[in-house]
């Protein structure tokens, strides 16, 4: 007998909810024209991914209206089930104050020493998930 993975493709609202269980992913970005990775918090808001940043590199690219990425994942290596969950979009730093005193007030703490004042906002335009469940245990 073999077990095999059975693999979900997620839609739209799949993703979003599983993002929401979450706090640490991944933002994509290009940095000094190469491409750049860095961990950090988020929240998802309105179906925006919501990152705080203390300004740097990942501060500039979203000052320019640019296109990145941003991943987050919840994998079980030894029972080989979990989710990994893509967004694509463009990447806006929030200078409303409204809207800066909604995503402040229900923040997580930062992980790291020092301030974080800025807060980006990726819009969600293309958004990717796949979920990998329980094996089916299949005769060979």
Known sequence: MANRQQLEVLDREQCLGLLRTVRVGRLVF?????PAVQPVNFRVKRDHVVIRVAGGAKLAAATGNTVVAFQADELDPDLRIGWSVTVVGHANLITD???????SGTWLEPWVDGRRD??????????????????VTTTA
């Open 30 to 34: 290009v940095e000094d024209a190469l």
């Open 97 to 103: 104050v409204a809207e800066l005193v909604d995503v």
């Open 118 to 135: 800025h807060f980006i906002r990726i819009e969600v335009e293309k958004v990717t998930g796949r979920r990998l469940r329980e094996p």
